[in-house]
């Protein structure tokens, strides 16, 4: 297990504990992959679009052990800022460019915690026509009424505020290579 070092410490925030090592995540996408990989066919036109900043190194290490030709777009959305708290207002600040119609479309998010990014945005990205369109996750928090289901999470988490591999506060912490409480 990684101990703290002096990055556990920024902008004031002390991290509390590592929860999951890089090893457990190297294990989990790799076989989030492979289940993805069984999934769909290549006539499926798979495309992952992946919800940044937080699943930016999820979505990196997901798309190479995935055994399909696929292609990458990325939505920005907002509900956090500088709060702990989602403010529940979620703003949709880039929006994918690719062709959603008649594809296999997969959500890769970081964390469903309120769910309520989920419950705003799939309705927009269903509009345009997916054959498909899941999610995967790799926390979900489990919390009651978090809007849809992903079809793919990596890992069940605590209810606790996360950091590390990609999630942040107030952008700080994203560079760890393990997730830690904050």
């Not at 989030?32 to 798979?46: C, H, K, M, N, V």
């Not at 995935?66 to 777009?73: A, C, K, M, R, S």
Request: net charge negative.
């Amino acid at each position: 297990m990684p101990t703290l070092t002096e990055d556990t410490q920024l902008g004031g925030q002390q991290l509390q504990r590592v929860v999951y090592t890089p090893e457990e995540i190297e294990v989990r996408v790799r076989a989030l992959g492979e289940d993805i990989s069984r999934s769909f066919t290549a006539s499926d036109r798979l495309l992952l679009i992946a919800f940044l900043k937080g699943s930016f190194l999820f979505v990196a290490d997901l798309v190479r052990v995935i055994d399909l030709p696929l292609q990458v777009d990325f939505l920005v959305a907002s509900s956090y800022g500088r709060d702990k708290v989602s403010s529940g207002d979620v703003r949709l600040l880039y929006d994918p460019a690719a062709s959603l119609k008649d594809r296999a479309v997969v959500l890769v998010e970081d964390i469903v915690d309120s769910g309520t990014t989920l419950q705003r945005l799939v309705p927009r990205l269903e509009a345009r026509g997916p054959a498909s369109l899941d999610v995967c996750t790799l926390l979900h928090k489990r919390i009651a009424g978090a809007g849809p289901e992903p079809r793919w999470v990596g890992f069940d988490a605590p209810n606790e505020f996360l950091v590390g591999y990609g999630l942040d506060y107030a952008e700080d912490f994203r560079h760890l290579p393990y997730i830690a409480s904050l």
